[in-house]
């Protein structure tokens, strides 16, 4: 009852705040939605049902605040330069031909695979926006909900890897909304980027790597879902190959059909060798690129202190980056600076800070987890063999990404450690549970102290 009493609030505050036109769209996007997870829902479709619809409804929440805090103060877009200064621009400039099709075609006529450029995005933000249009609902919004009904989708897959680890419906609900509401998931649930959508490509594609059963169609569903994923950003879509290896092996560790799975990985090891070496210089110069926008840079920070240690200096930089903004409102405003400046660094920042903590506390559980045996076997028997795997995938993911002073890009492994937080959670001691506890709170105090010290 209070999920409906909280969404009809979030569909009168869209009337007051947007308008009517805007309120409409919302709603319609909510039953598409809705429509999408009966008809896919399965045996499941009621909880799938109230997954969505709850965290369709936070998520909600949280867009009308900062398109309310956006309108009042002037700013052209919030908390992202990207949005303003790029996506929200191209996206009009291709809705400048005003037909869809004609749009699609100017998207597609250049494409090509290695090119880095953002295809799949604009193909879908530019569709949301002849539909937001059409409604005649305010567009900036209606981006926004493009963004929100993927989060929400996001929601469903996090119960469902939830279920598939062993969980209950009642902790899998629970642990799922925690996960959707106090992670540096929520933050990003509206905001006009290109990471939402990766991050339920990405849970899709590790979802079905749990299945238990081989299936040509869930390799082909792979496939295709690493393909969509390079149209959004392609050395994300080339990390996710690595899913293909891991649902073969997995699939001749625990399938009937191990003759069949052999052949298969014959086929794709032998697909992959000639598609490396015959693409190999594109390969490169993408890696190249990646490295010199997000690796190279390493900067004269914290970071890049880190960065001059080897391998203990990445796993530094990693527990560093997730546990930011340090102090926790260092992202609360900023003393001097432009419009634009403005509208990054403002009290909207907010769940950032809730992500803080919440990125703290995995990390200690997980600390505890590593250094006390007696945990890591109260643990072992709840921990299945492709969580194992994610998890290692997730580390060097991570890894690889340690110089980025970014979470976004994050975010799908985050998910797979906060699975493992969880799973830690549930199985510690009420006793040992105080006392780590007492670590997390006292832990988090004297580090925004030592933030504080370095701020000043």
């Known amino acids: 009852m209070i999920w409906i009493i909280a969404f009809i609030l979030t569909l009168i505050s869209t009337a007051v705040v947007v308008d009517g036109s805007s309120l409409m769209f919302l709603v319609f996007i909510y039953l598409i939605g809705i429509s999408i997870c009966y008809v896919l829902g399965g045996k499941e479709k009621k909880s799938i049902i109230k997954i969505f619809h709850a965290v369709f409804t936070i998520g909600s929440i949280y867009m009308l605040m900062t398109f309310l805090y956006m309108s009042e103060n002037n700013y052209p877009s919030l908390l992202s330069y990207d949005a303003g200064s790029y996506f929200i621009p191209t996206t009009k400039q291709y809705m400048a031909e005003g037909n869809y099709w004609l749009t699609l075609s100017n998207i597609w006529e250049k494409y090509n695979f290695f090119n880095r450029f953002q295809s799949g995005y604009f193909t879908y933000a530019t569709f949301f926006g002849y539909m937001s249009n059409s409604f005649g609902a305010n567009f900036y919004l209606g981006q926004q909900i493009s963004v929100l009904i993927l989060f929400s989708f996001v929601g469903v897959i996090i119960y469902k890897l939830f279920k598939i680890n062993s969980f209950s419906n009642e902790k899998a609900f629970k642990f799922t909304l925690i996960t959707c509401t106090f992670s540096i998931l929520f933050f990003y649930s509206s905001q006009i980027l290109r990471d939402t959508h990766i991050l339920l490509l990405y849970l899709i594609g590790i979802y079905l790597t749990f299945k238990k059963d081989f299936s040509i169609l869930n390799l082909l569903k792979i496939f295709i879902i690493i393909y969509l994923c390079t149209t959004f950003r392609l050395e994300s879509g080339l990390f996710m190959v690595i899913l293909i290896p891991i649902y073969l092996l997995l699939s001749m560790q625990r399938s009937r059909m191990k003759f069949v799975v052999v052949g298969i990985s014959i086929i794709v090891g032998i697909a992959a060798v000639y598609i490396s070496v015959?693409?190999?210089?594109?390969?490169?110069?993408?890696?190249?690129?990646?490295?010199?926008?997000?690796?190279?840079?390493?900067?004269?920070?914290?970071?890049?202190?880190?960065?001059?240690?080897?391998l203990a200096g990445d796993l530094a930089s990693i527990f560093y980056n997730a546990v930011q903004p340090v102090p926790l409102w260092s992202r609360f405003s900023i003393t001097s600076g432009s419009i634009n400046e403005k509208a990054v660094y403002n009290i909207m920042n907010f769940p950032r800070s809730f992500a803080s903590f919440f990125n703290w506390?995995?990390?200690?559980?997980?600390?505890?987890?590593?250094?006390?045996?007696?945990?890591?076997?109260?643990?072992?028997?709840?921990?299945?063999?492709?969580?194992?795997?994610?998890?290692?995938?997730?580390?060097?993911?991570?890894?690889?990404?340690?110089?980025?002073?970014?979470?976004?890009?994050?975010?799908?492994?985050?998910?797979?450690?906060?699975?493992?937080?969880?799973?830690?959670?549930n199985s510690t001691p009420h006793k040992i549970k105080k006392y780590i506890n007492f670590i997390v709170f006292f832990g988090f105090l004297m580090l925004q102290i030592v933030g504080i010290m370095i701020l000043s």
């Open 278 to 310: 015959r693409f190999l210089q594109d390969i490169s110069s993408v890696v190249e690129a990646n490295q010199e926008a997000y690796g190279d840079d390493k900067g004269s920070g914290i970071i890049g202190t880190f960065q001059e240690i080897p």
């Open 361 to 425: 506390m995995v990390s200690i559980y997980v600390l505890a987890w590593l250094f006390s045996k007696d945990i890591r076997e109260k643990t072992k028997i709840y921990i299945s063999k492709p969580l194992v795997y994610q998890l290692w995938i997730g580390l060097i993911f991570l890894l690889l990404q340690s110089a980025v002073i970014s979470q976004r890009r994050l975010m799908p492994y985050y998910v797979i450690f906060y699975i493992l937080f969880f799973i830690i959670y």
